[in-house]
């Protein structure tokens, strides 16, 4: 049993290890290049970015759900998954020359994507900020349209006011007229009093009777 071991098992251990060895150590140059240069790219990024949304955001809606899921969160186990579909991606994204997708496609195609999730995740963070931005746009008109204008009724319900308003007033206006319609105001009516000062005619002496 020994003896299979150590002239089976160890050899095909020792060829896996042998084989990904070279990927490893080119991954990490090429990791170790691009976080060199990180900088630059993110600031070409920043250059370029009017330019390069509706081109990314044209990428972005042909890909696949499995894309879209890794551009929002990016995680490496979905990184080994769809290891082929992120290269096409990465592939697109280097047609329209956005910033940092050259190398990263060079070296992926040569060690595979899943060898290089520091530069993927930086160029898959980079497009997001253009899908993040889209999607509360289109968040942002369906809420607008969903508020009613408040201008006509806001404009009605004055008028209404200022109608019940001028009805009151005109009310007051003639409430004094209506009081001096009842017994008070048929008072009002009668022969007015002797005024002080003024003294009142004599009555006519009585005619002496007759004989």
Same mark, same amino acid.
């Given at each position: ?13 020792? &060829? ?6 070279? #990927? =490893?150590?080119? +991954? @990490?140059?090429?990791?170790? $290049?691009?976080?060199? %240069? !990180? ?32 551009? &929002? ?6 990184? #080994? =998954?769809?290891? +082929? @579909?992120?290269?096409?991606? $990465?592939?697109?994204? %280097? !047609? ?40 509360? #746009?289109?968040?942002? +008109? ?70």
């Amino acid at each position: 049993m020994a003896n299979y071991w150590k002239s089976k098992v160890l050899p095909s251990i020792k &060829k896996v290890f042998d084989k990904n060895s070279p #990927k =490893k150590t080119a +991954a @990490a140059e090429a990791c170790k $290049l691009f976080d060199e %240069a !990180k900088e630059q790219y993110a600031k070409e990024f920043e250059e370029k970015k009017t330019e390069l949304q509706p081109k990314v955001v044209e990428i972005y809606e042909a890909s696949s759900t499995e894309i879209k899921t890794l551009v &929002k969160e990016p995680k490496e186990a979905g990184l #080994k =998954k769809h290891s +082929a @579909a992120v290269q096409k991606f $990465l592939d697109e994204l %280097a !047609k329209i020359e956005f910033p940092g997708t050259k190398p990263v496609c060079e070296a992926s195609s040569k060690v595979g994507p899943a060898y290089l999730p520091g530069p993927v995740f930086f160029v898959f963070e980079q497009v997001s900020t253009f899908i993040v931005t889209k999607e509360k #746009k289109e968040e942002a +008109a369906p809420a607008a349209e969903a508020t009613p204008e408040k201008t006509g009724e806001d404009t009605s319900g004055t008028e209404v006011k200022e109608k019940d308003i001028v009805a009151e007033e005109e009310k007051k206006g003639e409430a004094p007229a209506t009081e001096g319609a009842g017994p008070a105001g048929a008072c009002a009516t009668t022969a007015e009093p002797p005024k002080v000062g003024e003294t009142p005619p004599p009555a006519p002496a009585a005619e002496p009777a007759k004989l």
